[in-house]
């Protein structure tokens, strides 16, 4: 497929680094900034309400925009109202509520004579003069505004390197009770949520740890480091390094692992995929390809190694149903991928100016409702250039068995009118 022009979802006054989606609550979460130097340019979270239009159309609205003051947010896991921010070397915790605000009833002509149960507000707060927040903000009868309330609950010291501390990722367990993250200094950290105790603190790589994921059940922990590790973990423990070279005939040491996900299998309850990407070591001119492999998410044996493009693999997600792979690059474009097969469905070249920092599937439901539309899938994609994009695969057209079985016996009719026809007296 050729390069083609993906119109703008959202565009953010920053570079973005990192995007998340909040099925329940409907929010999109984008995070970046311009980090601590004087530029000007501000460092924040923006919350996105994502609407769709039509089928097939999507449009987002800025519901609610937090600073960041001087710490750019470079890499964010989403929990269930709990953000976990990389900013420099300390992973920030932040509670967010929506505060939608709702008023009914009369209002007096003047603004700021508001009678007791005027006004209904849900989480809101009562400024000094014991009036409400919303009836001084100007807030109509039957009127309804979206808020998103937004506080900080702790810090936690995600990396120790003397000279340049940077949190690399950061991971809720699926089950809400751990926080995980890595760093430059190469070590795991693992904390209890929400009491934030310590519970694992180990030093993983040799070098700085490039991402890492843990399975359903938080029985194995995957991590890969720049010293072309990617190892297996029961809490501290090793059990196994992940070899996907020998699976190509591949040099060891011209590769290295770049990302980690745990994926579903669609239609099999029990059973569990990892997907690892390998990239080149080094550039060259005519740069080798990368690789996407598929491992057995339980015993880890290989099944399946093919290659992704001759781009350098920046940003990789999976969907929530295990369905798909979403892929993007050093140069700006972004791709899905089917994951049975590792077949490429979708690909825009350079669909964003700059490196393509984080990617995230639409989940199924949002809000409680269908957000897809007539589309198989949808992925949203962010960049240094400070672009959201969203990349819909429409449904395929599929034609009923009834049809393909009469058309069938068309073919068989035809055929045998023209055997009569050419060799009379035959049948």
Partial sequence: MGKRRVPDLYRAPFPLYSIKIDPKAGLVVLAGGGGASNTGIKNGLH????????????????????????????????????????????????KFEDC??????????????????????????RNKDGKDDTAVAGCHTKNETAHISVTGVGELKSDLN??????????????????????????????????????????????????????????????????FACTVWHNNQQLMGLNWHETVQI??????????????????????????VQIPHKRDRKPPPCYLTKWEGKSFLPMLTAPCGG?????FTVSDSGTFLGLGTVEGSV???IAFSLQRLYYVKESHAIVVTDLAFLPYTFKGQNINGNNETALI??????????????????????????????????????LQYLFPGIL
């Fill in 47 to 94: 919350f996105l309400d994502l609407q769709l239009v039509g089928e097939n159309h999507y449009s987002a609205s800025l519901v609610h925009s937090h600073d960041t003051d001087k710490r750019a947010t470079m890499n964010l896991a989403l929990g269930e109202g709990v953000i976990a921010a990389g900013q420099d070397g300390t992973c920030s915790l932040m």
């Fill in 100 to 125: 939608t605000r709702k008023s009914e009833g009369n209002i007096s002509n003047d603004d700021n004579d508001v009678k007791k149960g005027d006004v209904r507000q849900r989480g809101g707060k």
């Fill in 162 to 227: 003397p000279l340049d501390p940077l949190q690399k990722v950061v991971r809720f367990s699926h089950d809400m009770s751990l926080i995980l993250t890595g760093g430059t200094d190469g070590h795991i950290r693992v904390w209890e949520f929400p009491s934030l105790k310590k519970k694992l603190d180990f030093k993983a790589h040799e070098e700085e740890i490039e991402d890492l994921d843990l399975s359903p059940g938080n029985k194995h922990l995957v991590t890969i480091g720049r010293d």
């Fill in 251 to 276: 040099a060891e040491k011209m590769y290295r692992y770049m990302a980690c996900r745990f994926g579903k299998v669609e239609d099999q309850k029990d059973a569990l995929r990892l997907y690892t």
């Fill in 311 to 315: 781009e350098v693999i920046s940003s």
């Fill in 335 to 337: 791709s899905i991928y």
């Fill in 381 to 418: 994609s962010v960049a240094v250039d400070s672009r959201c994009q969203l990349h819909a695969v429409h449904n395929r057209r599929t034609f009923p068995l009834w049809m393909v079985l009469f058309f069938c016996g068309l073919v068989v009719v035809g055929i045998v009118l023209l």
